[in-house]
Every structure is written in structure tokens, then in C-alpha cells.
């Protein structure tokens, strides 16, 4: 599901979310990944007045219980594609493990340094590189190096037993 960029509000502050249902013995169980958590580069057309910056709205899957993301992706360093959680952490939300690469993860650091976000509220960090699969609940991501303007930058498969999609990045 879209949540930002792809051209749902502009061409950026892209954010997308996954979700897998399986039942186990009977009873349903929800995997739930976030890709990309970016900031909206004009967010002043979108009406938002007398704000700092304009993000996707993730707050439903930042909370306890099922609906829960279980992590975050962030598929390269761009800001609209990674800006968006120093603001999510600067309003106080928890965020789940992030998963980037090596150069896309000292960006976020800068990020966070800039804005004053203590070591204690940042989220933990997992470097990924070209061919890891990660296994997450019921879903397995593949990452894929991808060609663009920036190091690190991934692509995923994402898989299920239902289905297996490819993010672009």
C-alpha cells in the first residue's frame, strides 16, 4: 500500500507498507513491514501552513499489537525517501528496527545529530548488502542493489506464500 510518493500526494516523501495474514493452527497472525519513511520536499502544497516538514502517515503501524510494523526499510539515502523518521523520532514515536545500507546509515546519523535526537531514542540499526535475505514474521525480503544517484541504494523482493512483490527502491 502506497502511503507517499509514487505519485499518490507528488513525486515524493515515499513511504509504502507490506502486510502478510497467515493462520497458524488457526489463528491469524499479521506481518507488517514499512519501505521508506521520506519527507515531502514541497510540503507547502500540499496546505499544510506553519509547518517544518510534511510525512507520511505511519502512526497506525508505530503503535502495540497486531497491526505493529515489525521493521523499516529504507532504500536509499534520498531525503524523500529517509528524512521522515528523524521527525517521526523528534515527535516522540518509537520506530522498529531500521534495515540500510552501511552509507545510507551514516547519512541518518548525520540526520540525527542535526536534530538533536538522542542515542537512546534512535532505533536499531541493521546494515543490509546486495544478496541478504532477511526473514521477518512471515515474510522474506531479498535485497538487490539497484542503480541510482547514491551509494547503497537497494531494491527488494518481498515474499510470502501468497505472493512476492519487487520494490523498486
Not at 70 to 95: C, E, M, R
Not at 111 to 120: A, K, N, R, T
Not at 138 to 143: A, G, K, P
Amino acid at each position: 500500500q502506497p502511503l507517499g510518493g509514487n505519485n499518490i500526494d507528488q513525486i515524493s516523501g515515499h513511504c509504502y507498507r507490506y502486510s502478510d495474514l497467515v493462520k497458524t493452527d488457526g489463528v491469524p497472525s499479521q506481518t507488517t513491514i514499512i519501505v521508506d519513511i521520506g519527507k515531502f520536499d514541497n510540503h507547502q502544497a500540499l496546505g499544510i501552513k506553519n509547518s517544518a516538514a510534511a510525512i507520511p502517515d505511519i502512526r497506525q503501524w508505530l503503535g502495540a499489537g497486531e497491526n505493529r510494523a515489525q521493521a523499516v526499510f529504507i532504500t536509499h539515502s534520498h531525503p524523500d525517501h529517509l528524512n521522515g523518521v528523524v521527525h517521526y523520532l523528534k515527535a516522540g514515536y518509537k520506530l522498529p528496527t531500521l534495515y540500510s545500507g552501511k552509507y545510507t546509515f551514516m547519512i541518518l546519523d548525520d540526520l540525527y545529530e542535526s536534530f538533536g535526537v538522542p542515542p537512546q531514542q534512535r532505533p536499531r540499526q541493521i546494515v543490509i548488502d546486495d544478496g541478504d535475505i532477511i526473514k521477518i514474521g512471515s515474510l522474506e525480503i531479498e535485497v538487490l542493489a539497484s542503480s541510482h544517484t547514491c551509494f547503497d541504494s537497494f531494491g527488494l523482493i518481498i515474499k510470502s506464500e501468497n505472493s512476492t512483490v519487487y520494490h523498486t527502491g
